[in-house]
């Protein structure tokens, strides 16, 4: 399946819940802080992932995808394009992999969709979670 299809678009709209979102910000004039917050309005479940660690959006913040002690739906990435191959070869290094890696507006990286297709994962780059939520009215 090609990234950006429209079928893994409404899949993770109407299926998953929990969101493991790489980049996130504690600062809430971020865009990876606002989007985050839509969707955990929308009833998603928000896992950041930050290496400074703490909490945010009264979740716990975890160092690296692969300290999550629990399955996540879809790995979402608001770092800049040159790290989104990183977040892959993280995803592969993960016990129970996720389904979907979605890449926020702005981040675009052949590569990086390449080897996480080559990975069975569903893919989804330059694209906004939260937009694509309104859009589809969930």
């Given at each position: ?5 429209p ?21 809430p ?6 989007v985050?917050?839509?969707?955990q309005?929308?009833?998603y ?22 300290e999550i002690?629990?399955?996540?739906d ?12 990183d ?27 390449a ?24």
């Amino acid at each position: 399946m090609a990234a950006n299809d429209p079928n893994t678009i409404a899949w993770v709209l109407n299926g998953p819940k929990v969101l493991a979102v790489v980049g996130l910000s504690d600062n809430p004039a971020r865009p990876s802080y606002h989007v985050s917050q839509e969707m955990q309005r929308r009833g998603y479940r928000i896992v950041p992932v930050n290496p400074k660690g703490g909490e945010i959006l009264g979740e716990k913040v975890y160092a690296s995808l692969t300290e999550i002690p629990f399955p996540v739906d879809v790995v979402q990435v608001f770092r800049a394009p040159q790290y989104a191959l990183d977040v892959v070869r993280e995803i592969a290094e993960m016990t129970v992999k996720p389904k979907v890696l979605w890449m926020q507006e702005g981040v675009v990286n052949d590569q990086a969709v390449a080897e996480a297709e080559r990975m069975g994962l569903l893919t989804v780059q330059d694209r906004c979670l939260y937009k694509e939520a309104v859009k589809a009215n969930v």
